[in-house]
């Protein structure tokens, strides 16, 4: 009997322990990116696409399964700069148009802290493309991966990350041929656990 009882204390106190842990956390993320786009068809004279630069915006919520390993989501922004030059033709003004590209992402990533100060995270992104400057749009589903380094202040965390995204892996927009948008760049950011 004295051995039922101490193994139900020690489930309460393991259920206690589970329970008391912080468990969730929202953060705020800024970011700056180079932007890359890839055709699938490219014929020498054709048209040019390139990316440059951009910026991104991040409201995350991550819910801890153990004191190491989250789930994260949220809402992401981003715009990406670049610019657009017409196939050759004799004649033609060949001057490139700048453009920019807005997407509305939610996130679906797998965070693992390897260390109190180095995580890393990777999953899907969820895409809405806000404008199309191109003959398709590049809703659909994305990739993301990333490496991190955070500096914990109590229940405050700091984190320098960077990042590499991944648009147009599966598309929901109609259109032929192939195009991809690869992000690269680093965020910054500050969370708070509770």
């Given at each position: 009997?004295?051995?039922?009882?101490?193994?139900?204390?020690?489930i309460l106190a393991g259920l206690n322990d589970i329970y008391a842990q912080e468990r969730h956390q929202v953060g705020l993320e800024i970011g700056y990116h180079n932007a890359a786009y890839i055709k699938s068809s490219s014929m020498d004279g054709g048209g040019s696409t390139n990316g440059k630069d951009g910026f991104g915006l991040q409201l995350n919520y991550s819910y801890y399964l153990s004191p190491e390993i989250a789930l994260k989501s949220g809402l992401m922004y981003h715009r990406s700069i670049g610019?657009?030059?017409?196939e050759f033709m004799p004649d033609r003004d060949m001057t490139p148009n700048a453009f920019?590209?807005?997407?509305?992402?939610?996130?679906?990533?797998?965070?693992?802290?390897v260390s109190p100060f180095f995580f890393y995270e990777a999953g899907l992104l969820f895409d809405k493309d806000l404008n199309t400057p191109f003959w398709k749009s590049m809703s659909g589903v994305g990739a993301g991966l990333a490496l991190g380094l955070q500096l914990p202040l109590e229940k405050l965390l700091l984190s320098l990350?960077?990042?590499?995204?991944?648009?147009?892996?599966?598309?929901?927009g109609n259109g032929t041929g192939r195009q991809l948008l690869i992000n690269s760049g680093f965020r910054i950011g500050a969370a708070y656990r509770f």
């Open positions: 009997m004295k051995r039922l009882a101490l193994f139900i204390v020690l610019e657009s030059a017409p920019h590209q807005e997407f509305l992402s939610i996130p679906l990533m797998f965070h693992h802290e990350q960077p990042f590499v995204n991944v648009h147009g892996l599966m598309l929901t």
